[in-house]
Every structure is written in structure tokens, then in C-alpha cells.
């Protein structure tokens, strides 16, 4: 009877310790995305989009027209960026105002992207891109050339 009950509680106790354990992880999983710097713009939340290139006036644009261009900036890996101290002059800019306040600006210099955001951690945020991103990059060049 007494092994019975050991074996019972046994079974109780490492099921628990299954739940707890894959609760944790899926908490400690959330946890970490929220600390990335590079995180995807919600679609919904985008106010207005501008336009710059280098020796023109900045612009006000279609949201639905460039909603393309923040779809390939949510895409990009977040965790294949890194800092950077001085931003570089750009030869073109994207930038996106959101409802809640916050401003990207996705720069274009030398077929890299720079990124300027004050949406996430504390203050302004500054990283460039390590890896292409294809659709943001085609964007840009058709933007210089036009």
C-alpha cells in the first residue's frame, strides 16, 4: 500500500515539475525576444510614413502604398544586428511614425541599413543591419534612381 502511494506521489510530483518547467520556458523565451533591440513594427500601429532622399524634400507617402516596407523591415532576424556610435550621412531614409508616439527611421547608406528608434529600452536606439535584407534594399535603390 505504502508503494502505491510513494509511486503516486512520484508521478504527481514530476508531472509538476514538467508543467513548471515548460511554463518557465516559455516565460524566460518572452522574456528574451523582449529584450531584442530589433523588434517587428505592428502593422496596425503605423500613423504615417515620409520618404527622404539625399538633396530632396522629405515627404509624406501612402501608408498603404509602403506598407511594404516596413513588412520587410518586421522580417529581418532580430538577433543579426549590431550597434553602432556615429550614424553615417544617409543617402536615403524611410520614416515611420506609429499611434503611440514612436519613430523609426530606417537609413540607407552605402547598401546598408541603419536603424534610429525610440520605441524600445530606453531612449533613442541605434543598430545597423549585419545581414541583407533584399526588400529593403531593392526599395532604396529604386528610391535613389527615381
Aim: avoid cysteine; charge should be negative.
Amino acid at each position: 500500500m505504502k508503494a502505491k502511494v510513494y509511486i503516486s506521489l512520484s508521478v504527481v510530483f514530476i508531472v509538476a515539475g514538467v508543467l513548471w518547467l515548460q511554463q518557465s520556458g516559455e516565460r524566460d523565451r518572452a522574456f528574451m525576444d523582449s529584450l531584442l533591440i530589433h523588434q517587428p513594427i505592428e502593422l496596425n500601429q503605423v500613423k504615417a510614413i515620409h520618404v527622404w532622399e539625399k538633396d530632396q524634400d522629405i515627404k509624406r507617402v501612402p501608408t498603404d502604398e509602403y506598407i511594404h516596407v516596413v513588412d520587410g523591415f518586421n522580417q529581418y532576424e532580430p538577433n543579426r544586428i549590431a550597434s553602432k556610435e556615429v550614424p553615417p550621412s544617409s543617402q536615403a531614409q524611410v520614416v515611420i511614425d506609429t499611434n503611440d508616439g514612436a519613430t523609426i527611421v530606417i537609413n540607407y547608406v552605402d547598401e546598408k541599413i541603419y536603424v534610429n528608434r525610440n520605441d524600445v529600452g530606453e531612449g533613442l536606439i541605434e543598430y545597423v543591419l549585419l545581414d541583407k535584407e533584399p526588400r529593403l534594399e531593392n526599395f532604396f535603390r529604386e528610391l535613389i534612381v527615381e
